[in-house]
């Protein structure tokens, strides 16, 4: 009986080592600005199905790449694979179709970007790091001292538009320094988008091609756009100290959230994929899961528990810690402000100011305060989800 032909491998699917710390092996598949990260015995596989051949043919020649055998099951259940089926077969679905980012429109293309991130490259470098951190922390602590020693007012409703604009500029310039990161490690990268991350509207960097950059540098472009965001938060330092505006404190305070907000791990930001890269682990929440279940069942002395390595408890350590110190800024940060929107706005709407600029004071309050109603929301929908996701992914790993 004749061999069935296998499919071949499409030209445009990239493998590249992933570095883990512990466990197998690891290889990321890129494919239409897809990323899976498969073992080796499954790379090989799809390494030597660069040609039609017979399956037999396939195990055997995968064996030999790997230097272990690869039976002609597991060979078949590889080309079978449904979630890899995009590697033989160009799909007709958009690449980022599964993507949590909706309704994205590109607003600034990579052509137009690519002066500017050549420009700013040199700043991931060793030495500006250094100084701009100095410097950051400098300008931290006098912009600290100066508002700790003045009489806090409320802002007015122009104020709040402008502190609200200085902050979403800084966002922006967050994106730049992921796509500048990529740009300085030469990996493939697209433009800045605007897009809705499930409820809440976000700008987004396109960066898909820092997944095949070693583990390291991967992790220098997750820091990238809160190494940015700093020099930006420095910039502002500066101005408040001259000019002493309320405004640009005001968006000092909420360039320190936003940058925070980021870093966590809980949700799947800039702080789970820096995390993920710096402790070399692939599907974070999965392995934290399971540390945690195994140090939990080790302690109440179940049947088949076993203590957690130092790596994997080190790692459960940062992420506990983070997310503990992070819900901790969170909900006191919203708590305030919204306690205090919320009266300065009643105040506002019961005194009857009727003058153009006492309406106006009072709906830049009211939006102020919709505003943070639906962080609060927002937030509490997606740290729900991201939990109930960590749960599940362990399950299904």
């Known amino acids: 009986m004749n061999e069935t032909i296998t499919p071949r491998l499409r030209t445009d699917v990239l493998l590249r080592p992933f570095e883990e710390f512990d466990g197998d092996n690891r290889f990321i598949v890129a494919v239409d600005n897809r ?96 100084a701009l951190i100095t410097l950051l922390v400098a300008v931290e602590l006098l912009v600290a001292a100066r508002a700790s020693s003045g009489i806090s007012q409320p802002l007015y409703g122009a104020q709040i538009v402008c502190a609200a604009a200085l902050t979403m500029f800084g966002v922006l310039v967050h994106e730049v320094g992921h796509l500048t990161a990529c740009a300085r490690f030469g990996a493939s990268h697209g433009g800045i988008g605007l897009g809705l991350y499930w409820c809440m509207p976000v700008f987004y960097a396109e960066v898909n091609g820092a997944w095949m950059l070693p583990r390291l540098q991967r992790a220098v472009v997750d820091a990238g756009g809160v190494y940015f965001q700093c020099g930006y938060v420095l910039v502002l330092g500066v101005a408040y100290l001259v000019f002493g505006a309320p405004q640009v404190l005001e968006a000092i305070v909420w360039s320190h959230f936003l940058m925070l907000h980021t870093l966590n791990p809980v949700l799947k930001y800039d702080g789970y994929w820096l995390l993920t890269d710096l402790a070399g682990a692939s599907n974070l929440h999965a392995q934290i899961r399971e540390c945690a279940r195994n140090a939990w069942r080790s302690i109440r ?51 009857h100011d009727r003058t153009p600029f006492g309406l106006w004071h009072a ?35």
């Open 35 to 130: 990323h899976f990260v498969v073992s080796a015995a499954v790379a090989a596989v799809l390494e030597e199905s660069r040609s039609h051949t017979t399956l037999s043919a396939l195990a055997a020649r995968a064996s030999e790449r790997l230097g272990v055998t690869v039976s002609t099951e597991l060979a078949s259940q590889v080309l079978s694979e449904q979630v890899l089926s995009v590697c033989f077969h160009a799909t007709e679905q958009r690449a980022d179709a599964e993507c949590p980012v909706r309704l994205r429109q590109r607003v600034l293309q990579a052509s137009v970007l690519r002066p500017l991130l050549a420009l700013a490259s040199p700043l991931f470098t060793r030495s500006a790091a250094i």
């Open 301 to 351: 002395r179940l049947p088949q528990a076993h203590w957690p390595g130092a790596r994997p408890l080190a790692l459960l350590g940062a992420f506990a810690g983070i997310a503990v110190a992070y819900f901790s800024y969170v909900l006191r940060m919203l708590g305030e402000n919204i306690g205090h929107t919320a009266s300065e706005s009643a105040h506002r709407w019961a005194v």
């Open 363 to 397: 709906v830049g309050e009211s939006a102020l305060l919709a505003l943070l109603l639906v962080m609060a929301v927002s937030l509490s929908f997606l740290l729900a989800r991201s939990i109930n996701r960590i749960g599940k992914d362990s399950q299904a790993t």
